[in-house]
């Protein structure tokens, strides 16, 4: 059976079910598990009745009509039918994933996936539908009630930014943006100005169950949710693409959340925010935001959020959420939190910086010396240099602010807002940022080089961290030591805020790496 109907199968299977408690650990291997369960009972039956039930299956929880206009869901009520199409084992885990939803402090409807990342299954699988459909786009032939005027209480650029949305007034919307992101992104900013990407904990990787948020008053917008939306914005655009017939899509989800679609590597979880920010401009975003907006209040007159807007109003809001996603998602690295790398307490009490700080301080860790490439290796890497700073140089925490891994992403260290001990008698004024790797001879990979040249330091000034004319230094500069190595300080030193000062030690110290 095609990829669409065994899609259809498990999006109607999805939709009956009530959510549960997974026996199955919230594994994104399991959820791959029972999606290739599905598709060999689809081939081995042809699933001509269990399809037909599936796609009559509703919703017996809230109604969405956008997605079910924009995704022409059918919309039948349906008896249980005889026989479940998963095992007792998948159709729990299939349970607890149905909805993604917050309820006290605890997120639901995610899953881990091997790169480390947590992802909330109901906007990927709203893009693969999406997708699957052929990427369908809805004109609008909507008129704007009102005309582009003074907007109070609006950054300049955010105003300037209005104005030109408002010259070009959305026409069309795209249903797989829709789905994924541009209504969920619209409602949340309808109510205030919600924080962005809130992470979270889970109570153990080996077998996960219970994923904590790190703020419990978190927006619905977390980590986890724009990642899904994300995977599933790229995965249903390549879908969308790809001539029949099409590969099973647990293979595709094996191949995204490993080592690459097609054998390439950039095309895979660990790359998400790079890869949306190529397909996804902000202005584009903008449109879709605004124009997804204005179909549901078509949609819905009586929308609680959307009741007597105007489209003055909601360009505003558009305009809005897509500059703080752009910015603040996909313009900042993906960083791994201290429990999703096993982070052993801090000793004592840390030390707060006073920001924003001038300085950004490049190291290598020479030891491990091979770069890593997985969140496996990545994340034992950090375990083994915290136990080192920790046992043997009697220090509080691993001495870094943050580790770039090769791949992809950044581990936190002592973070954003704690002095380290990085860069001796330099801890209280920069971060230390430290590449995984003895980069003596070698560089990093360009992933890794971008991440510390341009977009943790982008981040870093958006949020309020460092100063708009902070400096780069490499640990050599200030500690007589080889640090960050040979080729990665050659590097650095033609970065736009590298600053050429004299490599003078502060105070004698002994050569060290």
């Known amino acids: 059976m095609a990829a669409w109907g065994v899609l259809w199968i498990l999006l109607g299977f999805l939709l009956w079910l009530e959510p549960g408690t997974a026996a199955l650990p919230l594994l994104m291997d399991s959820f791959i598990q029972a999606l290739a369960e599905l598709e060999q009972k689809a081939l081995a039956t042809k699933a001509p009745h269990t399809l037909a039930w599936l796609l009559s299956a509703q919703d017996s929880g809230p109604q969405d009509p956008l997605r079910d206009f924009l995704l022409q869901v059918r919309s039948l009520k349906a008896a249980e039918p005889d026989a479940q199409p998963l095992s007792p084992e998948l159709q729990g885990l299939m349970e607890e994933v149905a909805r993604h939803r917050i309820e006290d402090g605890q997120e639901y409807g995610v899953m881990l996936a091997p790169d480390g990342s947590t992802v909330a299954m109901e906007p990927l699988m709203a893009g693969l539908e999406a997708g699957l459909q052929g990427h369908r786009v809805i004109d609008l032939p909507l008129e704007s009630t009102s005309s582009p005027g003074e907007v109070e209480g609006t950054s300049p650029d955010v105003e300037a930014a209005l104005l030109d949305a408002k010259a070009k007034s959305p026409t069309s919307v795209d249903s797989l943006l829709a789905v994924t992101l541009a209504k969920d992104l619209g409602l949340a900013f309808l109510q205030s100005h919600p924080g962005l990407g809130a992470e979270g904990c889970w109570d153990q990787l080996s077998a996960p169950q219970i994923f904590t948020l790190l703020d419990p008053k978190s927006s619905a ?94 360009a505003r809001v558009a305009t809005n959420a897509s500059k ?27 030390t707060p910086l006073r920001l924003p700080l001038g300085f950004l301080y490049v190291h290598h860790t020479y030891v491990p010396a091979p770069p890593c490439t997985e969140f496996s290796g990545c994340a034992a890497n950090m375990r083994s240099m915290q136990r080192f700073h920790q046992d043997t140089n009697g220090w509080d925490d691993i001495g870094y602010s943050f580790v770039v891994g090769s791949d992809g992403y950044v581990y936190q260290g002592r973070g954003w807002h704690w002095v380290g001990a990085h860069t001796r008698g330099h801890n209280s004024r920069g971060y230390g940022v430290a590449i995984v790797g003895n980069y003596t001879a070698a560089l990093p990979t360009e992933a890794a080089l971008r991440t510390v040249r341009e977009e943790l330091p982008r981040c870093a000034l958006r949020a309020g961290f460092l100063q708009p004319n902070y400096s780069v230094l490499g640990h050599r500069q200030l500690v007589r030591t080889d640090c960050p190595g040979d080729a990665l300080f050659g590097v650095l030193s033609t970065w736009p805020h590298f600053a050429a000062v004299s490599p003078q030690p502060l105070w004698p110290l002994p050569l060290t790496r």
């Open 221 to 314: 917008l977390t980590t986890a949710f724009l990642n899904g939306a994300m995977d599933g914005v790229l995965l249903g655009d390549y879908v969308s693409q790809s001539p029949n017939p099409q590969p099973p899509l647990s293979h595709l989800l094996s191949q995204y959340y490993g080592a690459g679609v097609t054998g390439k590597p950039g095309f895979r979880s660990n790359f998400r925010r790079q890869n949306g920010a190529a397909l996804i401009l902000a202005p584009t975003l903008t449109q879709q935001v605004w124009g997804t907006l204005t179909l549901l209040q078509r949609l819905e007159p009586m929308h609680p959020q959307l009741q007597g807007m105007s489209q003055e109003q909601l």
């Open 324 to 350: 703080a996603f752009t910015e603040a998602f996909l313009g900042c690295p993906a960083i791994h939190p201290r429990c999703r790398w096993g982070a052993r307490p801090y000793r004592g009490s840390p």
